[in-house]
T-cell receptor, first 114, second 112 residues
Framework: NAGVTQTPKFRVLKTGQSMTLLCAQD?????MYWYRQDPGMGLRLIHY???????AKGEVPDGYNVSRLKKQNFLLGLESAAPSQTSVYFC?????????????FGPGTRLTVL | LAKTTQPISMDSYEGQEVNITCSHN???????ITWYQQFPSQGPRFIIQ???TKVTNEVASLFIPADRKSSTLSLPRVSLSDTAVYYC?????????????FGQGTILTVHP
């Protein structure tokens, strides 16, 4: 099993450009999450999904959109990238809701917005 | 959100026991406490989870006092490979979906 995979691993954008980050999991997990990690800030939850076709806002959702059209995939979109969105993005999935279950994290996507 | 506070860094030596404490004064009744380990350029990895008292697995122990306002991750006999960042996560499993708060992390450095 590949676990949780993320595409791409690195990306450089110019301000105003758009892009989509793809997260895929092969563990048949219901719950999926997108986090961003900035120096000295730990991980902050952007959006999450409790099942196919459902999404919800986390702690820092502004400037991002998500979609979960298939159970195994969770997409994170940036419609108009800003330098403040320069970060490392982690996707995670879990069998139970993250607070009471183990989250499995992907390797991360390092995004730089110029 | 339950705010968490951890020491920024800790140093230890191989073979010693390491205890990392996380403060979470406003933890909610249905919040669980989870600890993750992260190596450079990797995603976090689950270590242990608990709700109250003591939990032990093959790699660590988690101590939670009765008031649950703090928790301590205990790593027995650390080795160089335990050098990593350790995160405390407080979150709810009930209706508080999405209320997950990671601490800022503790950089643990294990010396030979």
């Amino acid at each position: 099993n590949a676990g949780v995979t993320q595409t791409p691993k690195f990306r450089v954008l110019k301000t105003g450009q758009s892009m989509t980050l793809l997260c895929a999991q092969d563990m048949n997990h219901e719950y999926m999450y997108w986090y961003r990690q900035d120096p000295g800030m730990g991980l902050r939850l952007i959006h999450y999904s409790v099942g196919e076709g459902t999404t919800a806002k986390g702690e820092v959702p502004d400037g991002y959109n998500v979609s979960r059209l298939k159970k195994q995939n969770f997409l994170l979109g940036l419609e108009s990238a800003a330098p403040s969105q320069t970060s490392v993005y982690f996707c995670a999935s879990s069998y139970r809701l993250a607070g009471v279950g183990e989250q499995f994290f992907g390797p991360g996507t390092r995004l730089t917005v110029l | 959100l339950a705010k968490t506070t951890q020491p920024i860094s800790m140093d230890s030596y191989e073979g010693q026991e390491v205890n990392i404490t996380c403060s979470h004064n406003n933890i909610a009744t249905n919040d669980y406490i989870t600890w993750y380990q992260q190596f450079p350029s990797q995603g976090p990895r689950f270590i242990i989870q608990g709700y109250k008292t003591k939990v032990t697995n093959e790699v660590a122990s988690l101590f939670i006092p009765a008031d649950r306002k703090s928790s301590t991750l205990s790593l027995p006999r650390v080795s160089l490979s335990d050098t990593a960042v350790y995160y405390c996560l407080v979150g709810a499993g009930g209706t508080s979906y999405g209320k997950l708060t990671f601490g800022q992390g503790t950089i643990l450095t294990v010396h030979p």
